[in-house]
């Protein structure tokens, strides 16, 4: 791969596991080899990063590293400059907390920032969750869209829901969504309480690792089962009939 013109480096999006897999499950040997030779990171977190790079091979090296931090507390000053860890053609690794970068991620400022200023953006294969969910839901895959995080409150969630399984309903679209994991539970319920009895839902929990659960089943059938999600990641998927 070519490097940016000006003697500019390029930032490569690197993907970490959504579960705690050993990095050799989850990651392409390819993409690690090329882990292992970045020295600059931007990350969400630098403990779990730091925690990710040991178990990819670089234990042992992990002070010879800088690490700078871009998530939802990071001011928009200290993002623009980040420009500079580029100078003097240095490739930058952006890792994020959500198994690919600037995906449901603030990732994304970062690889808007280079976009802006002619930086060479490059992605890598990794696991996502939200594709993976959608993969194994049995939903519509040919036309889909994720919602992100839906309101904390229990009203406004109901209405969103609402919102979004009327909009399923009218173009055949699945809906994704994503909730924090202390939640799961109550968006279940939420669910269950104002959707549609026909209305088709996916829960997938855990992906990747050996305990994952991934089923689809309609709103009527849900209500039949004793199912305690619990907290631990999840993807939720809806499709109305």
Partial sequence: ME??????????????PVGDNAPSEVI???VLDILREIRVFIVEETRTARR?????????????????????????????GYITLFDN?????????AGLPAVADPGAMMVALAHRNGIQVVPFVGPSS????????????????????????TDE????????????AATGQTQIFIETPYRNDSMLKDILTCCHE???VCIAADLTMPDAFIRTL????????????????????????
């Fill in 3 to 16: 490097k940016n013109p000006q003697n500019k480096g390029r930032l490569l999006l690197i993907p970490s």
């Fill in 130 to 153: 939200l594709m993976l969910a959608l993969m194994a839901s049995g939903l519509n895959g040919q036309s889909f869209a994720f919602c992100g995080y839906l309101p904390a409150k």
């Fill in 198 to 200: 026909n209305t088709k």
């Fill in 52 to 80: 990710y790079l040991s178990r990819a091979g670089l234990k042992g090296h992990i002070e010879d590293l800088e690490f700078h931090e871009l998530n939802e507390h990071t001011r928009p000053e200290e993002i623009e």
């Fill in 218 to 241: 309609s709103v009527r059938e849900w209500k039949k089962e004793d199912v305690t999600i619990g907290k631990r990641p999840c993807v939720f998927l809806l499709l109305a009939q």
């Fill in 157 to 168: 969630r109901k209405s969103r829901l609402k919102a979004i399984e009327k909009l399923s």
């Fill in 28 to 30: 392409p040997g390819t």
């Fill in 89 to 97: 053609g240095t490739d930058v690794g952006l890792i994020s907390e």
